[in-house]
């Protein structure tokens, strides 16, 4: 896999090294990051996903060393490093060197990795529901794409991947229906889309709004509000979204097999239609 990664001002090529022992983030999780696309040539919404780096850091009480607009440089500066074309994932972090227990906000470093990674192919997948659930605001940095909210999406996989599923469902601390365990989630029934309302127990994500927007413009209902989990295994149709995979359909839910549906498909090709009309990099 071809990676480049960009700290201390220069470029290196290949897993370059970060972090040494004694750094605060291998301890104490002082880290946060995001996740952007690069695919044939274009980069949506690139900027909004290095907007949200550099507001992740400040909530994790991170002094950001670069802004928006320098993260967004050197992300088209190092897609220039690959193929014309290659499909990449583009990673901005910020993250403490030092301190006890809390983070010292100006040992902050910043470090930018890019790596091939294909898109995945949309056939589908299979979820289940999770006993694990997203914490609360209260309980954790919800409100930043902190790396330290990971352990629980990766323990949520595990029990879903080791029951035959791909991915899970993740309920909130009240017990509605959050997200899936890696992505945005949507659901169709007579027609109308549903999402979960965002209460900050998950991300608002970036591909979320996006897909919402485009189907609304295109004269789709989509609702945002509470969802239980029968009304999703009633659901006509089931979709997720989020950066790595943009948009895909749910084709079993539990026991139930799902047929990929219309508005899913439309989704799909709404999201890859405003992707290709924004400038190349």
Known sequence: MASWTFVDGEWGEGNVPLFGSLTHAVWLSSVVFDGARAFDGLAPDLDRHAARTVDSARIMGLNPTHDAAEIIGLAREGIQKFAAGAALYIRPMFFGQEGFIVADP?????????????????????ACL???????????????????????????????VGRGFDNAVMRDPTGNVAEFSTANLFMVKDGIVHTPVPNGT????ITRQRVIRCLRDSGVDVVERTITWPELCDADELFSTGNYAKVSSCKQIEDRPLQPGPIAKMAHDLYFEFARSQPAT
């Open 106 to 126: 100006d040992s902050t470093k910043f470090a930018l990795v890019i790596d091939e990674r294909a898109l995945p192919e949309n056939n589908g997948f299979k």
């Open 130 to 160: 999770s006993p694990f659930r997203r914490p609360s605001p209260e309980a954790a940095p919800t409100d930043a794409k902190a790396s330290c909210l990971y352990p629980n999406v990766a323990r949520a996989m595990r029990e879903a």
């Open 202 to 205: 998950f991300l608002n994500g």
